[in-house]
């Protein structure tokens, strides 16, 4: 016998699946106004001072983060406006279910290989371990939209489960490898000097925010994934997830203005030696911080992170 409403209404109840993806939807609207906002900050201040493949990355993650948001919000009316009372169009995957993630997962891989290649240029191994787990996030990632679009079903999901936390898993391990390794590079640049280290104690204070943010999400996704598999309660932090992402590379891309203001000042002239770290951003720009006296050689600690902040 097929299955009625009303039975469908007992087995798959709205409120732990449709309700929570739709809270997540809400909450990534929130954050989407924030990538926007960061967009157009970054393209006015660095517009024709950036490389071009700065540019080009900043425009494909705005893009995949639209089309991420466009896709969630569209699945929704499909569920609950367009089939509105109809808990059998609960049963199968929407497409745009398929598209949101594959679109996460091109953020997240994005985002990933930029810090990843950032840590590389510096020295830390752990850059080339954050491109392989991102790697990884997105094999298993494509496996389990395949197997949704040629399998799906809202029964079939829990029997998929195993993806879901493996490739959170893999992209927990990327996020906190990324988060330790900028703080270590960066703590290894303090080199007692009071305005130097004022600008990297506000560079760490940002990494480890904008980290945990990121960290939060995605083991708050894979808890709920494993201890609620058959509710969609994992898509409230998990929708959000994309947008800190961009958000966080957005953010690390235009604090360079904030860091060269708070690093100009004047030189003082009684000193023994007035040290000045430029930190370009094209050949034609770049940023000085006049980190004052100093002995000399007191800048070689700068030296292990100039290339993150190089541009």
Known sequence: MAPTSANLLDVIPMAPTMGACLIGVYLSCIFYGLTLLQTYQYFHRYWARDKMYLYVLVTVLTVLDTVATV???????????????????????????????????????LVKSFYGYRLWICGALNGIHTILFALVTVGVGIAYIYLIAKNGSLFYLPKITHLVVTALVFSLGADILIASSITFLLMKGRNNTSQTDDILRKLITYTINTGLL??????????????????????????????????????????RDSLRADGDMEPDHSAVQSSKLEIYHSSQDFTTFDIGRSKIGAIAPMNSIIPLLKF
């Open 71 to 109: 896709a969630n919000m569209y699945s929704m009316w499909h569920y609950l406006i367009e089939n509105y009372g109809d808990p059998v169009t609960i049963l199968p995957v929407h497409w745009t279910i398929s598209l949101s993630l594959a679109a996460t997962l091109g953020i997240e891989f």
């Open 214 to 255: 990121t960290v939060i999400c995605t083991l708050m996704t894979l808890i709920l994934a494993q201890a609620y598999s058959h509710t969609f309660y994992d898509t409230i932090f998990y929708f959000p997830l994309s947008k800190c992402y961009v958000n966080s590379a957005l953010a690390f891309l235009n604090t």
